[in-house]
């Protein structure tokens, strides 16, 4: 009896055990597959290539012959600029009026769309001449980042927020909170759409968000900051944050830079969580 009773207890205590670890277990689980899709990435250099070591990056596009087009910013000295990838040479300058300061640039159907620093309205250049072809208004007091998934624009304002807007009226579609699980992501800066998902260089952190542009969750992080400390390492003077990511869609080439940053990377990013 004394046998039977000590089995009975123990199974007793193993069922309480598993019982009780039920509710232990399943948030664990949760936050299992909550880690298995969220990425973590570092990344190698493919090539590195000269950039303009005065240009205040703000703005990075990919506008295919390996050229690209980028916004540059302060005050007196912004402009919009068409770059050769391999050379780093400026082929083409749009030199902005003093009291703009140029931040974010997208590219749509042979029109460049830029934003300024503080200020509601946007401008529209040709691709071919430069030449400004008119000015536009978008829904926030002030403009840093701007994507396009050739069917609508995505802007940043440096909060959290990411606006979406009809290129063709500007009315603004609709607008989301960039969250990483709980937690607002502030200081978006320089856009781009990727396959499918838009990244976003937050501003001081050498490092991109990658966020579902379709709710604003966080998909990911590209550490960089390696290429920064590399270029100090270098003796590289008055090298400021990572900003300006281009991507190839049709290469799969993605280019990266910073203000006052002397190269322009083309890297790999690979996952390391
Ligand atoms: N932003 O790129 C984060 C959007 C803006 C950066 C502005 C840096 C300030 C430089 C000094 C400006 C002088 C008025
Ligand atoms: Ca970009």
Redesign the pocket.
């Known amino acids: 009896l004394t046998v039977l009773s000590a089995l009975l207890f123990a199974l007793l205590v193993i069922f309480a055990f598993l019982v009780s670890s039920r509710h232990v277990l399943h948030p664990k689980q949760d936050a299992q597959t909550a880690k298995n899709d969220y990425r973590v990435y570092t990344f190698d250099v493919v090539n590195e290539y000269d950039h303009d070591s005065f240009a205040f990056t703000?703005g990075l596009v990919y506008a295919g012959n390996d050229t690209l087009y980028e916004s540059t910013?302060?005050?007196r000295s912004s402009s919009v600029r068409k770059v050769h990838v391999q050379s780093g040479k400026v082929l083409q300058l749009h030199q902005m009026e003093d009291k703009y300061?140029g931040?974010g640039l997208t590219l749509l159907d042979h029109r460049l769309f830029q934003v300024a620093?503080r200020i509601t309205s946007g401008f529209i250049y040709d691709t071919d001449t430069l030449s400004r072809l008119g000015s536009f208004r978008h829904p926030m007091k002030d403009g840093?980042g701007l994507a396009t998934d050739g069917k609508v624009i995505f802007g940043s304002d440096?909060t959290s927020t990411i606006y979406v807007m009809q290129p063709s009226t500007f009315k603004e579609e609709k607008r989301f909170l960039v969250k990483d699980q709980n937690k607002e992501i502030t200081?978006l800066?320089e856009l781009e759409y990727v396959d499918g998902e838009l990244w976003a260089n937050v501003?001081m952190t050498d490092c991109i968000v990658r966020i579902s542009p379709l709710n604003g969750q966080v998909l990911g992080w590209i550490l960089l900051h390696e290429l920064k400390s590399n270029l100090l390492a270098r003796s590289y003077k008055g090298v400021d944050v990572l900003?300006g990511i281009a991507w190839d869609n049709k290469q799969n080439r993605l280019f990266v830079t910073g203000k006052y940053w002397p190269k322009l990377y083309e890297i790999k990013p690979g996952r390391i969580e």
Do not use: K, L, P
């Open positions: 703000q910013g302060m005050y300061f931040e620093w840093w440096g200081q800066n501003w900003n």
